[in-house]
């Protein structure tokens, strides 16, 4: 339960939001201590993907990935908002290429991923 909650709602919080996030989740579940996930060969298929889009891999956009694919895993459709020039589509296509090479070497059940940007004005209402 604690991990849905956390998956579902910590990537929308702002950073001096989190302390009281975190203050909350612990009161509402005393002595529950989840373990990290294991993110290790997601991580050396998303450095690869960096390496070959000639991108660097700060620690914060490595976050940003993995709350992207966290989120992704929660939820049936999601909307990528920031400033211009935040790595928004970087984080997309990099998290993409990682998900595809993980499919390709049969690590952590993945598919492989195919990303069609899609204009919400060309849908009618109906």
């Known amino acids: 339960m604690l991990r849905a909650i956390k998956d579902v709602n ?8 989190l302390p009281l996030f975190k203050n909350i989740t612990s009161d509402l ?7 990290e996930p294991d993110y290790d060969a997601m991580l050396k298929c998303i450095h690869k ?3 070959i889009k000639n991108l660097e891999g700060p620690a914060y956009f490595l ?3 993995i ?3 966290e989120m992704i895993t929660v939820r049936h459709g999601l909307m990528v908002v920031g400033d211009p020039f935040a790595g928004k589509t970087s984080a997309i296509t990099v998290l993409a290429g990682a998900l ?3 499919n ?5 059940e993945e598919m492989k991923t195919h990303i ?4 919400p004005k060309s849908i009618t209402m109906g």
Do not use: C, R, W
Request: net charge negative; no cysteine; hydrophobic share 45%.
């Open 116 to 119: 069609q940007y899609l204009n």
């Open 104 to 108: 390709h070497l049969g690590l952590m």
């Open 67 to 69: 709350q992207l694919y």
């Open 100 to 102: 595809t090479e993980l």
């Open 29 to 35: 579940f005393p002595g529950v201590v989840l373990p």
């Open 63 to 65: 976050e940003k990935i």
């Open 49 to 51: 993907q960096l390496h």
């Open 10 to 17: 910590l990537a929308k919080f702002l950073s001096h939001d």
